[in-house]
């Protein structure tokens, strides 16, 4: 019988686009930020439970009572905040997004489209909800090509990352054999960096390029989700790990998700070369995650898109591209468990904590503060499924003008939704869930120590996919 060596190098030949990273969960017990507020929890201000939430009705739509209810609270003229309703008839107020009390354009408009895109006529590249070859446009190189080339490309691409592969589970053995007093993390596994061209590319079938639209750098839009339970995707950080004697003093660039319901653009990571993210003299850097356009539905394939780069003095020329890679992730049967897996560079890596939620669906965060001194604030978000330290929704320092933010996230199917606030070391909780109005855990009056905060959520408010 082959050895599982073996098997595993053939096995990657054979299936060429189809690999499955090896999920360890444990994989992501480093420290991934400062110290998790869950750890913290006993310290929490005494919360006011609600006995007797208010239940909408069956027959009602949850999240139009929410939105009439919450709105009172929130008026329009003052906060900005679009109505979801209003979007989901193609109101124009999707187009702004309020942040410290101006308007700037969102990244989440959907206006700069390709021809085309959105089109679902007759041989237009979407077809009824189904990836369709791009006939027209398309950045695949598979033309610059023969397909012998592409072949070998394809092939030697697919024996190092089947290597990959085995040196990480050889690695994972090793720890593993120390026992349970070594408290020594499993490595990330390794992610499904795409090779640049494959046999499909030159064929013009169904490379990655075609089937994710590459071509289209155009983001989705925002308007787009569903209102039943569906597989989603949460992101809940992403480490950059450099081994230069220098390390970049600065990152930028993109890191985007293609997802099946949209192939367009979903920023995680978005960041200008002007608006760039200072990095502190150290070895490993948690980059600050922006939230997604809407929530990322992922029934068993997606794309990351990944374009960083490190900043230098002067001009754009001296400039290092630090990853540029579309990875895969392949979901088989793996839903509801963290998995960290790590992108490769020249000199740094990336590691990226993440897990797939089935049955999920997408919840808006909308937080609104004004304090009257300066405080450092902390918003995290955490629900069933989620990484020990959750979702960092905000961390900076506030004082005085109001703070207005949103943030999508994905929440299990009727489970709960804490927003957890951490203000001068002291925590404060608010607990929400699907078909009740309001929080149903707020935080009892010493809050307005600080400040006043006033948080809201909405579940599942689009169904206009």
């Given amino acids: 019988m082959a050895s599982t060596e073996e098997q595993v190098s053939r096995g990657a030949v054979e299936l060429r686009l189809s690999y499955h990273g090896i999920h360890y969960p ?20 005494v919360a006011e439970d609600h006995d007797q939430p208010a239940r909408v009705p069956s027959d009602i739509d949850p999240c139009e ?16 905040w679009s109505n979801w309703s209003a979007r989901e008839e193609g109101s124009s107020d999707d187009d702004e997004q309020v942040i410290d009390g101006d308007k700037e354009e969102t990244y989440c408009s959907g206006e700069n489209v390709v021809d085309d895109d959105c089109s679902t006529e007759e041989g237009s590249d979407y077809q009824d909800g189904d990836y369709c070859q791009v006939k027209k446009k398309t950045n ?8 012998s080339e592409a072949e ?23 720890i593993m054999a120390l026992g349970d007093e070594d408290d020594t993390p499993l490595p990330p596994y390794p992610m499904q960096v795409l090779p640049d061209v494959t046999f499909a590319c030159v064929i013009e079938s169904y490379c990655h390029h075609r089937v994710y639209r590459t071509h289209d750098t155009s983001t989705t839009p925002s308007t787009l989700g569903h209102r039943t339970p569906k597989a989603m995707l949460q992101i809940f950080s992403m480490r950059l790990s450099s081994s230069e ?30 608006d760039a993210v200072t990095i502190p003299k150290q070895d490993s850097f948690v980059l600050p995650l922006c939230s997604p356009c809407r929530g990322m539905y992922v029934p068993d394939k997606a794309l990351f898109e990944v374009d960083l780069w490190g900043k230098k003095e002067g001009d754009e020329s001296a400039d290092k591209q630090l990853f540029s ?29 993440y897990t797939v939620l ?49 943030h999508i996230v994905a929440v299990k199917a009727n489970e709960k939704l804490d927003v957890v606030l951490e203000v001068d070391n002291s925590l404060f909780k608010w607990t929400f869930q ?32």
């Fill in 358 to 406: 089935s049955e999920s669906v997408e919840a808006v965060i909308q937080v609104y503060a004004k304090v009257d001194h300066p405080h450092d604030v902390r918003f995290t978000a955490s629900s069933t499924g989620y990484y020990r330290h959750g979702v960092v929704l905000f961390d900076d320092k506030l004082f005085g003008s109001e703070k207005l933010f949103q």
């Fill in 434 to 465: 699907d078909e009740y109005v309001g929080a149903v855990v707020s935080p009892d009056d010493s809050i307005f120590e600080y400040g006043h905060f006033f948080v809201r959520v909405m579940f599942a408010p689009k169904d206009c996919q």
């Fill in 26 to 45: 444990d994989a992501c017990a480093y420290q991934a930020g400062p110290e998790d507020p869950g750890d913290l929890r006993e310290e929490l201000e």
């Fill in 140 to 147: 695949c190189p598979g033309k610059f090509y023969t397909e």
């Fill in 65 to 80: 009572i929410a939105r009439r209810a919450l709105d009172l609270m929130f008026p329009r003229e003052d906060s900005d």
């Fill in 152 to 174: 070998e490309r394809e092939r030697n691409w697919a024996d190092n990352y089947s290597q990959q592969i085995i040196d990480h589970n050889k690695l994972c053995d090793e």
């Fill in 245 to 274: 004697p220098s390390p970049p003093s600065s990152v930028y660039g993109i890191f985007a998700v293609r997802d099946y319901l949209d192939q367009r653009r979903n920023y995680v990571f978005n960041r200008s070369r002007v």
């Fill in 325 to 353: 890679a579309y990875v895969e992730i392949d979901i088989i049967l793996e839903y509801d468990g963290l998995t960290c897996g790590r992108i490769p560079g020249d000199n740094c890596n990336l590691d990226i904590i």
